[in-house]
C-alpha cells in the first residue's frame, strides 16, 4: 500500500524559507509522478508543481514560477518543495500526491492522482 508522507512544514516569516519533503513508501511502478498541492483556509484546493520520476521534469503553477522548486531523489524515494522568498498568502496545508501520468499537462489536476498524504501545516507571518 502507497503512503505518502509529508514533513517540514512550520511557522516561518515573510520572506523566509522552507523544504518540504513527502516520502513515498510502498510507492508502485505505476507511480510515475508526484505533486504538490495546497488548501489555504476557505479556499480549494490549488495545484503547486509536479515532478516525473524519471527524467525530474516539472511542472509549476504560474504564481509559484520562480520562488518554488520541486526536485526528486529517486533512491530515497522523495519529493521535496523548496520554498523561497515565502508570503501570508502562501499559509495552507500542504500536500503530496502520486499520479500515474507522465504528461505534465496533466499534473495539474487533483483527478490525475491516485494517492495522497496527510498534509503538513505551512504558516508564513507578515
Known amino acids: 500500500q502507497v503512503q505518502l508522507v509529508e514533513s517540514g512544514g512550520g511557522l516561518v516569516q515573510a520572506g523566509g524559507s522552507l523544504r518540504l519533503s513527502c516520502l513515498a513508501s510502498?510507492?508502485?511502478?505505476?507511480?510515475?509522478?508526484m505533486g504538490w498541492f495546497r488548501q489555504a483556509p476557505g479556499k480549494e484546493r490549488e495545484f503547486v508543481a509536479a515532478i516525473i520520476w524519471s527524467g525530474g521534469l516539472a511542472v509549476y503553477a504560474d504564481s509559484m514560477k520562480g520562488r518554488f522548486t520541486i526536485s526528486r531523489d529517486n533512491a530515497k524515494n522523495t519529493v521535496y518543495l523548496q520554498m523561497n522568498s515565502l508570503k501570508p498568502e502562501d499559509t495552507a496545508v500542504y500536500s503530496c500526491?502520486?499520479?500515474?501520468?507522465?504528461?505534465?499537462?496533466?499534473?495539474?489536476?487533483?483527478?490525475?492522482?491516485?494517492?495522497w498524504g496527510q498534509g503538513t501545516q505551512v504558516t508564513v507571518s507578515s
Open positions: 500526491a502520486a499520479s500515474g501520468y507522465n504528461t505534465l499537462s496533466y499534473l495539474r489536476y487533483e483527478r490525475s492522482y491516485d494517492y
Open positions: 510502498g510507492r508502485p511502478s505505476s507511480s510515475v509522478s
